[in-house]
């Protein structure tokens, strides 16, 4: 297992925790508290403050501030300038660090380029936020959704491929590239191993 790539640009600070195989690469800053698993990736210009916690196999494209009270479980993907906040009512003249809400993405959901999450949400497992869509509430698992506020328009999988399925009442469908099923049931998606 290779060891974690640091560039000579990036700053680390001590006490940061950086697993093996994860890459820094130009001009990024891990601030002392953040945790980063292996095989992580974080890209050009990224930010991560000292409450963060991210998993293995993350991938963060260029110019994304991961900020404190946010989560990446395993195997997510931010594109390129997504953006995070933890603060619902910013105002400078007024501190407000006490009242950060928390983000969680959960287990290899995609963040589409230019994207906004809102603090206090959580974007569920193998979720797709399209690109430029500004999530405002909660997504659930496999769903897809696009636009200004989020919305949801269609059901993904964990390959990363649409699902021919409404979006509520039963049906099944196969992952068009891999061929896995996957049930809809009442405006949820499971995994159907038969």
């Known amino acids: 297992m290779p060891e974690e790539l640091i560039h000579p640009t990036a ?12 890459r820094v690469w130009h001009w990024t800053h891990v601030c002392s508290g953040a945790r980063i698993g292996t095989d992580s990736s974080l ?4 930010f991560v403050a000292n409450n963060v916690m991210i998993g293995n196999r993350v ?9 404190d009270a946010v989560t990446l479980e395993d195997d997510v993907f931010c594109g390129p300038s997504m953006v995070f906040t933890n ?3 910013p105002r400078s003249e007024v501190s407000r ?3 950060y809400r928390t983000t969680l993405v959960e287990r290899g959901a ?3 380029a ?5 603090c206090g949400t959580t974007i569920g497992r193998y979720a797709f936020v399209g690109a430029g869509a500004v999530v405002t509430t909660d997504v659930v ?32 469908a196969r992952c068009p590239a891999t061929g896995e099923a996957y049930r809809l049931n009442g405006g949820r998606i499971v995994e159907d191993p038969s």
């Open 114 to 118: 230019n994207c906004t999450i809102v």
């Open 141 to 172: 698992p496999y769903a897809l959704v696009v636009g200004v506020p989020a919305r949801q328009i269609g059901w993904m999988s964990r390959f990363g491929e649409r699902l021919d399925l409404p979006l509520d009442g039963c049906a099944l």
């Open 110 to 112: 995609t963040l589409g």
């Open 43 to 46: 890209g050009q210009g990224v």
């Open 87 to 89: 603060v619902y009512n």
């Open 97 to 99: 660090k006490t009242e």
């Open 59 to 67: 991938r963060i494209q260029n110019n994304v501030s991961v900020y």
């Open 11 to 22: 700053v680390v600070d001590p006490g940061a925790t950086i697993g093996r195989g994860t």
